[in-house]
C-alpha cells in the first residue's frame, strides 16, 4: 500500500553511502516538496521499511555491506515493499550490470553525475505510474469483478480475489472438489480455453465462442498483445436457492438458511444484518449455530458443504 503524504508530492527513500550525494538529493527533493527518507546501506534501508514505507527509492548500486542489487532483490521478494518502484543511481555503464538491475526488479536507472532535473522527471514518471497502478488494483481488490489472466499452456498468472471464489465454486458444481490443481485452470474450464486461446492467437474470432455451462458458469476471453497472455473475464448467474428444502436437508431454521445463502453471494455480517432486519451480533450467533450445526469452523467451510449438497442433489 502506498505511503502518500498529503501534504507533500510524496516520500521518497535515498540509499547511498557518499554524504555528497545524499546532501544534493535531499535538497533537491525537499524543495520539490517530496518527504525525504535516507539511509546509508541497504540493511538500514530495509530496516527503516519496517516502520515507514516511502513510494519510491532511490537506490545507490555501489555500497558497502550488501550492494544496491541484493537490497533490490531483498525489497523485491517481500509482499510488504515489492510494490514500490526502485531507480538505481550508478555510474556503471556496461551492459551486464544494467541489465542485472532490471533483472532485480528496478523500474529504471540514474546516471552519475546526478542532474537534479532528471532526477525529478523521473521520479514523477515512475511515482505517477505506480499510483495509477495502485488505483487500478484497489478497484479489482475491492469489486465484484472477477477476472483471470492464464498464460498458453493454462496456467493462472493473476487473478481477482471473486475469480478466486469463482474458481472454488465452479470446481464444486462440476468437478465435485475444491483439491484440483490451482495453478492451473480446472480441467472442465481448460477444455474450452485451450482452443479458444488457438482461434484468438491467428485473429480467428470467428471461430471463438464464449463459454457456458448447465450450471450457470460463463466466461469470455480475450489476448493481451503485449504479454502474451490471456485475459479470461467470468461470470456466474445468481442461483435460486430453495431455502425450504436447504432448511429441512440440513436441519437449520429458515434464518439460517437465508444467512447462509447470503454468505455464498459475499455479504458481511454487517449487510446482512441490514438486508434481513436484524444485528450484525444477532447473525454471527446464527453463524455460530450454523457452524455447530453443520460441524464447520468457517463461513467458507459451511458454503462449500451447501454448494456441495445442491450439486448432489442436481
Not at 548500486?61 to 514500490?84: Q, W, Y
Not at 440440513?250 to 459475499?266: D, N, P, Y
Not at 450454523?290 to 458454503?303: C, D, H, M, W, Y
Request: aromatic content about 8%.
Amino acid at each position: 500500500m502506498m505511503t502518500e503524504n498529503f501534504s507533500s508530492n510524496g516520500t521518497v527513500m535515498i540509499v547511498d553511502d557518499t554524504p555528497g550525494n545524499l546532501a544534493l538529493l535531499s535538497d533537491t527533493l525537499s524543495e520539490a516538496n517530496y518527504r525525504v527518507l535516507v539511509a546509508t546501506d541497504g540493511l538500514s534501508a530495509i530496516e527503516q521499511m519496517h516502520y515507514l514505507k516511502p513510494d519510491i527509492i532511490l537506490l545507490d548500486v555501489m555500497m558497502p555491506g550488501i550492494d544496491g542489487f541484493e537490497t533490490c532483490n531483498r525489497l523485491k521478494a517481500n509482499p510488504d515493499t515489492s510494490h514500490i518502484p526502485v531507480l538505481f543511481m550508478t555510474g556503471l555503464s556496461e551492459l551486464d550490470d544494467l541489465l542485472r538491475g532490471f533483472g532485480e526488479g528496478a523500474q529504471d536507472y540514474i546516471v552519475k553525475p546526478i542532474r537534479p532535473p532528471e532526477v525529478l522527471a523521473r521520479i514523477e514518471v515512475h511515482l505517477n505510474q505506480a499510483r495509477t497502478f495502485q488505483r487500478v488494483e484497489n478497484a479489482l481488490q475491492h469489486s465484484d469483478f472477477s477476472a483471470i489472466s492464464i498464460d498458453a499452456a493454462s496456467r493462472i498468472v493473476w487473478l481477482t480475489p471473486s475469480a478466486e471464489q469463482w474458481l472454488a465454486d465452479f470446481k464444486i458444481q462440476n468437478v465435485g472438489t475444491t483439491t484440483d490443481n490451482n495453478d492451473f485452470l480446472p480441467s472442465a474450464l481448460d477444455n474450452w480455453a485451450k482452443p479458444a486461446m488457438l482461434a484468438l492467437s491467428q485473429g480467428q474470432h470467428k471461430n471463438y465462442t464464449d463459454f457456458c455451462s448447465s450450471t450457470g458458469f460463463s466466461a469470455k476471453m480475450d489476448l493481451c498483445p503485449y504479454s502474451g497472455e490471456f485475459l479470461v473475464l467470468l461470470q456466474k448467474k445468481a442461483a435460486s436457492w430453495d431455502l425450504e428444502s436447504l432448511r429441512d436437508s440440513l436441519g437449520l431454521t429458515f434464518r439460517e438458511a437465508e444467512i447462509l445463502m447470503w454468505i455464498s453471494r459475499g455479504k458481511t455480517n454487517k449487510e446482512i444484518g441490514i438486508i434481513l432486519g436484524s444485528s450484525p451480533r444477532t447473525v454471527n450467533k446464527h453463524l455460530e449455530h450454523i457452524f455447530e450445526k453443520l460441524g464447520v469452523v468457517t463461513r467458507a467451510a459451511a458454503v462449500t458443504m451447501v454448494l456441495q449438497q445442491r450439486s448432489g442433489a442436481n
